[in-house]
Every structure is written in C-alpha cells, then in structure tokens.
C-alpha cells in the first residue's frame, strides 16, 4: 500500500505564510496525483489542489489560486504545499492524498490519505 506521512501545520497570523510537506513510500506507479484536501469542523472535506506524475500538471481550487502553490520533488518523494496570504477562512484540517490516473476533485476518488495536520490562521 501507499504510505503517507504528513508534516507541517501549525498557528500562524493572516497574511503570513506556511509549508506543507507530505512524503509518500511504497509502490510506485507511472500515472498517478498527488492532492491536497482540507476539513474544517462540522463541514465537508474540500479540494485545495493536485499535481500529477508525470509534466508536474497543477490543478487548484478557486478559493486558494495565486496564494498556494503545489510542488513535488520526485528524488525524495515529496509532496509541498506553501501556502501565503492566508486568511481565517483558511483553518482546517489539511489532509494529502494519494490515487492512480488523472486529476479528480472529488475526495471519494482517492485511494490512500494521510492523517491530517491542523492550519490556524488567527486574525
């Protein structure tokens, strides 16, 4: 199975700044993305972005495009979301995520998560 470990997170200030990372381990596979999801209490877990395998294509929510930015380093397996400008609106649980194929928005389609890590953003 595909592992994912998560780091980052933390309590920061609006309008400033944090970094994800997500490491992944196990098999690998030619045609695959890499996602980022985020939950807040009580509300339904929402797409935030992906990249995929292969050309490092970049997919993003509406509510997240030109303050995050999704990055990948195949060489440590490493998946990173930065995160800028962040508004209170921004805290949740971040979750990243693992399927085989193309770019899905919809949670139900991927395969392996990690645990989670908690963004606060105080205003």
């Known amino acids: 199975q595909v592992q994912l470990a998560e780091s980052g997170g933390g309590l920061v200030q609006a309008g400033g700044s944090l970094r994800l990372s997500c490491a992944a381990s196990?098999?690998?596979?030619?045609?695959?993305?890499m996602g980022w999801f985020r939950q807040a209490p009580e509300k339904e877990r929402e797409f935030v972005g992906a990249?995929?395998?292969?050309?490092?294509?970049?997919n993003y929510a509406d509510s997240v495009k030109g303050r995050f930015t999704i990055s990948r380093d195949n060489a440590k397996n490493t998946m990173y979301l930065q995160m800028n400008s962040l508004k209170p609106e921004d805290t949740a649980v971040y979750y990243c995520?693992?399927?085989?194929?193309?770019?899905?928005?919809?949670?139900?389609?991927?395969?392996?998560w990690g645990q989670g890590t908690q963004v606060t953003v105080s205003s």
């Open positions: 196990g098999p690998t596979f030619s045609s695959y993305v």
């Open positions: 995520a693992f399927k085989v194929g193309g770019i899905v928005t919809r949670a139900f389609a991927y395969d392996y």
């Open positions: 990249i995929t395998s292969s050309r490092s294509f970049t």
